[in-house]
């Protein structure tokens, strides 16, 4: 059974720090791993998504790599911004071909000015 | 914006009633998810409608049906609401792998 873990499940960074969110996954058979951004009350913006034959992709300042065979993708953001503040998730495809996403408990960032 | 619209955006019933969601899905996009989310939870899936079949069901009784129209347009239903239904209710349209949220319904039972 695929199980989606985020840590930390919250951070706290002054304006302008780079920081690492991570994502790990316990089968590593997966076709691909999005992020999410979740403001709060809100729904879910994709960030990016990692093709299974992918190492990382990038958007701005955001970077997601993905090793499959660790169980293991960081979503590495730069320069951060107080803007950046809200829940990331990351998520997984289930195993079984029912278009189910198993998503991590998120990770809740909060930049200060 | 996503293309994803859900309506209503709030919504409070009371314990034992009923209550229906609905999503639009974004254009050309055939397959619709639907999700709950608990406070400080991640997502969990409900099920997922593939040109208005079910095509998945996650870990939920029954009482949780919905229907998909031939314009892909989706509805939730749950029926004898309970106190813990109260949640972020998320629909989402897929394409090619990626899945497209929209902004969600938060639905108390009180």
């Known amino acids: 059974k695929q199980e989606v873990t985020q840590i930390p499940a919250a951070l706290s960074v002054p304006e302008g720090e780079n920081l690492v969110l991570n994502c790990s996954f316990t089968?590593?058979?997966?076709?691909?791993l999005q992020w999410f951004r979740q403001d709060p009350g809100k729904g879910l913006t994709s960030l990016l998504l990692i093709q299974s034959s992918q190492r990382e992709q990038t958007s701005g300042r955001l970077n997601a790599s993905l090793d499959k065979s660790s169980g293991r993708s960081t979503l590495y953001i730069a320069a951060s911004q107080p803007g950046d503040s809200a829940t990331y998730l990351c998520?997984?495809?289930?195993?079984?071909?029912?278009?189910?996403?198993?998503f991590g408990q998120g990770t809740t960032l909060q930049v200060k000015p | 914006e996503t293309g994803v619209t859900q309506s209503p955006t709030h919504l409070i019933k009371t314990r034992g009633q009923q209550v229906t969601l609905r999503c639009s899905s974004q254009?050309?996009?055939?397959?619709v998810s639907w999700y709950q989310q608990a406070l400080g939870q991640g997502p969990q899936f409900i099920f997922q409608?593939?040109?208005?079949?079910?095509?998945g069901r996650g870990n939920f009784p029954p009482r949780f049906s919905g229907l998909q129209f031939p314009n892909y347009s989706s509805e939730l239903n749950v029926n004898a609401l309970e106190l813990d239904d109260s949640a972020l209710y998320l629909c989402?349209?897929?394409?090619?792998?990626?899945?497209?949220f929209g902004q969600g319904t938060r639905l108390t039972v009180v």
């Open positions: 254009s050309g996009h055939n397959t």
């Open positions: 998520a997984v495809p289930d195993s079984g071909n029912t278009g189910k996403l198993i």
């Open positions: 089968d590593s058979a997966i076709y691909n």
């Open positions: 409608y593939y040109r208005e079949e079910e095509n």
């Open positions: 989402a349209s897929s394409e090619q792998g990626k899945a497209f």
